[in-house]
């Protein structure tokens, strides 16, 4: 299942960077839940220009997050909202 088609329904987020929000479970340790705030971090400095792609990227793949797995889906997502 995938951010674009979830039960056919187009979720439209409030801000753009929602799209590229990461979340990690309750239960998850220190240094989990500071990656993610990391990684969430880096994508609004990302989308406002402020983050090479380049660096966005390994960033993503250091936390073991496929970069173009994950910014393609993305991609998908905004391609359905323009149609």
Known sequence: MS???DNNLLWVP????DLLTVSVEGH???STVQGML???GAASQ???GTMDD?????LL????IDPFGFVGEVEDHMALLMK
């Open 54 to 58: 380049y660096t966005y990227f390994e």
């Open 14 to 17: 409030p801000d753009i960077s």
């Open 3 to 5: 951010i674009a088609s």
């Open 61 to 64: 793949n250091h936390y073991g």
């Open 38 to 40: 990391v990684v969430n």
């Open 28 to 30: 998850a340790d220190d």
């Open 46 to 48: 990302w989308l406002t």
